[in-house]
């Protein structure tokens, strides 16, 4: 993608205005910066992201790092009433305003998680996908996170990772990234192997992995 200095200028304003958000605990802001600037559609191409998860009607699905809830409404979606989705979180702020959410668009099929830093907290019986996006990056210690996080899969369950490339200057800059090859080591020594590798997402990688 050519990097015109407008669109080099509204990525640094994006990544500065989350900088800010987080620094200043504001959530609106937060919920703001996460959810893009208006065109994220365009190019986080939600709807075909979720068509590649294959998840089935009934499915149990977390959103690990759920934020203002971006995907976890098409999760919804695709688990249907049957289902079950699990938007977990460590922020107690956004998981107020997405439960209101929830509640407004009346989703009877979406819980909210306040999450630990090192542990999901999800219910004991499992899921069969643990979905993440642009999280990856904040985790801590991410090998043994989600050896822990193996303990919350049923037999078969997947972990898709999704999560900014650090081929920009910008997403270097601010650390909101992890290189390719990061994940994938990190998820093998966690006890995963990478199952799928999805490549039409423009600024992302986008991964499955599945119990080796
Ligand atoms: C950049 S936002 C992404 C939100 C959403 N997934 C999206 O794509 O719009 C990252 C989210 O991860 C959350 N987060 C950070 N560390 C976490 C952890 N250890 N467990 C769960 N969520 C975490 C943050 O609070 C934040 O809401």
């Not at 759920?66 to 107690?92: E, I, M, N």
């Not at 990061?182 to 990688?205: C, K, N, T, W």
Request: hydrophobic share 45%; aromatic share 10%; proline share 4%.
């Amino acid at each position: 993608m050519v990097i015109t200095p407008r669109r080099a200028a509204r990525r640094l304003f994006a990544a500065a205005l989350i900088a800010l958000a987080v620094a200043a605990g504001c959530g609106d802001l937060r919920r703001f910066a996460y959810a893009g600037f208006g065109g994220r559609d365009s190019w986080q191409h939600p709807d075909r992201v979720v068509e590649s998860l294959e998840i089935q009607p009934g499915d149990q699905v977390a959103d690990l790092g759920s934020g203002g809830g971006y995907f976890t409404f098409r999760l919804a979606d695709a688990v249907g009433g049957t289902g079950r989705v699990y938007a977990v979180d460590v922020d107690p702020e956004m998981n107020e305003h997405l439960r209101a959410e929830v509640a407004e668009k009346d989703y009877a099929n979406v819980d909210v998680i306040l999450a630990e830093y090192a542990d999901p907290r999800l219910p004991e019986t499992g899921v069969d996908l643990i979905f993440s996006a642009n999280t990856y990056h904040h985790l801590q210690d991410r090998s043994k996170y989600f050896a822990n996080a193996r303990r919350y899969l049923q037999p078969g369950g997947r972990v898709a990772v999704i999560d900014f490339s650090p081929d920009s200057w910008l997403n270097r800059l601010f650390g909101h990234a992890t290189d390719a090859d990061v994940i994938r080591s990190e998820m093998i020594a966690a006890g995963y192997r990478l199952e799928r590798e999805l490549d039409f997402l423009p600024r992302q990688h986008f991964m499955v992995f599945a119990v080796e």
